[in-house]
């Protein structure tokens, strides 16, 4: 059962990564990548690492892909120029993939010729232990704590940065107060008159 | 049940699948009856609110009016605009309906009945909840049309900015009640008042995380007064302007289920789910399902209300709502709750 899910899964994420690739339409490849997402999950799920799992879905996929998306979308893509671009980078891109092939080859290579001790024994959580929550929680605010606040730091910095970035005072906007909408009363506004015959209201 | 089918000859594994299998239909169907008749009720609660009779016609007092819209939907025909992108066009409305569904799988709907009693439930509810906005956003795209692309557009960006502050209320209940599974969440508030009330809802520093959830749920499930993505007097029906028939129709029952889930969340959360609302012996004699449904009831009579008397939000406004109100002070609610829970469980630093 455990076999059959792995194949599916692994399939699935594999071919939905090529159709990322050769997706003419920009928005079928963030869509085939979602679907990438979803299945690295489940891929996740069944080492026993719920806890990734469900991080996996909801920053990626339920976050990050959105953004994606949604600049995609609002794209106006030329795709003659895109493809013009391909042979440009050609070279490029082959010297990439040399060095991934390079890394992949040299990584098998080394779990094949073994050696490595528990690191070729299949990880998971012992059945009946603490939860992925807690055993990730108690980890991350013990040992790793000056790591995990300096990515929390950077992550702050990154932030800070792009706001500073984009944020620019334009003149000649009319902004709209809030507080004084919301604090505003009809008195203010508005106000009830009786006129005489024939002698109308002042404005 | 699971033991039950895996002893029989169909054996461990296609026993565990038949079961499975058997228990996702009892959900789903009485699911799809329940949002049949919510229909109705929100349609009925409507027009007692603006004075009308609301649905009277099929059936006894109107309430096989939804099935007859179902039945009329259902023998329409599928039209989809030339210029749309098909196999999106018809995969939207799908999500839709699928992710509706998928989130009840971690429902407890009393305290056996729950079909994954898993430890990430509050997690998964959140991944999925978060997959909602595909089917908006897909639609909007694939059909090639201003006005959907518009909607897709709001309803992208509306229910990103809700599920900010969402997490960090789930976040301010997960640690007052200290675990991630909702049947926990639910025994963890039994007598949590006074040792007598069953609701986080009514602990004072709970109580407007209790506000602000049902408020965000309703932002989150595009429901007035935040349906900006189907406001008629600027997008014609939104995102589903170019949909039909059947695919029309699976939009408006996942719409519906999502209602519903957020009812459960909201009743599950902060009102004691499946327990009786006082701690009182006798009232344990009634199935938990029950005081589960009364509860939902109450959350969505609250939704129609809503939608029968508040004017629509403006969209700047939506938006200020959302991350210039909920998000800071969900955050610090979050901030306020994990020092009590530390001073509570630890004592006084000092």
């Not at chain 2, 819209?69 to 025909?77: H, N, R, S, T, Y």
């Not at chain 2, 506000?211 to 935040?226: C, D, G, H, N, Q």
């Amino acid at each position: 059962m455990q076999i059959f899910a792995f194949y599916l899964f692994a399939s699935i994420v594999i071919a939905s990564g090529a159709f990322c690739i050769f997706a003419r339409n920009p928005v079928h490849s963030v869509l085939w990548l979602i679907l990438a997402f979803f299945n690295a999950a489940g891929l996740m799920l069944l080492v026993g690492a719920e806890f990734i799992a469900a991080l996996l879905v909801i920053v990626y996929v339920g976050a990050v892909a959105v953004l994606f998306l949604f600049v995609v979308m609002m794209l106006d893509i030329d795709f003659a120029e895109l493809r013009a671009g391909f042979m440009k980078n050609l070279p490029l891109g082959l010297l990439l993939a040399l060095v991934l092939l390079a890394e992949i080859i040299f990584g098998v290579g080394a779990w094949t010729a073994g050696g490595m001790g528990e690191a070729n024994a299949v990880v998971g959580p012992p059945a009946g232990g603490p939860s992925n929550i807690e055993a990730l929680g108690a980890l991350l605010y013990t040992k790793y704590i000056f790591l995990f606040e300096a990515a929390g730091m950077i992550l702050l910095v990154a932030m800070v940065g792009a706001i500073v970035l984009t944020n620019r005072k334009r003149g000649g906007v009319r902004i709209q107060n809030i507080r004084d909408q919301v604090t505003r009363r009809p008195e203010d506004a508005t106000r009830n008159e009786q006129p005489e015959v024939g002698k109308g209201v002042e404005l | 049940m699971t033991e039950y089918l895996q002893s029989t000859f169909l054996g461990p594994d296609i026993g565990w699948f038949v079961a499975t299998l058997a228990l996702i239909l009892l959900i789903a169907l009485p699911l799809m009856l329940a949002v049949a008749m919510i229909i109705y009720v929100d349609r009925k609660i409507i027009a007692a609110v603006a004075l009308r009779r609301g649905p009277n016609v099929v059936g006894p007092f109107g309430l096989l009016q939804s099935f007859a819209d179902g039945l009329k939907v259902f023998l329409q025909e599928t039209i989809i605009p030339s210029g749309a992108n098909k196999g999106l066009f018809l995969l939207a409305p799908i999500i839709t309906f699928t992710v509706a569904l998928l989130a009840w799988a971690v429902i407890p709907f009393s305290e056996e009945m729950v079909l994954a009693n898993i430890n990430i439930g509050v997690l998964y509810i959140l991944a999925i909840s978060s997959l909602g906005v595909y089917g908006v956003v897909i639609s909007g795209w694939a059909s090639n049309s201003k006005y959907p692309f518009f909607s897709a557009m709001r309803a992208a960006a509306q229910m990103i900015s809700y599920e900010v502050s969402i997490g960090f209320i789930l976040i301010s209940v997960v640690l007052f009640a200290g675990t991630f599974n909702l049947n926990e969440i639910i025994k963890a508030q039994e007598g949590h008042i006074f040792g007598f009330v069953n609701a986080y809802g009514v602990n004072p520093l709970l109580f407007p995380m209790a506000v602000m959830f049902l408020i965000s749920s309703m932002a989150e499930t595009a429901r007035a007064p935040f349906d900006l993505t189907e406001a008629e007097s600027e997008l014609v029906a939104g995102y589903q302007t170019e949909y039909s028939s059947m695919s029309f129709a699976l939009f408006w029952l996942g719409e519906y289920a999502n209602i519903l889930l957020m009812c459960a969340l909201n009743v599950i959360l902060f009102w004691g789910g499946w327990l009786p609302p006082v701690d009182w012996e006798p009232l344990y004699a009634v199935p938990g399902i029950i005081w589960l449904f009364l509860k939902m009831f109450m959350i969505f009579f609250i939704f129609s209300w809503a939608w029968a008397t508040v004017p629509r939000y403006r969209y700047d406004q939506l938006m200020r709502l959302g991350w210039k109100v909920f998000l800071p002070i969900s955050i610090f609610w979050v901030f306020l709750v994990s020092g009590y829970v530390m001073i509570d469980k630890f004592g006084w630093p000092l």
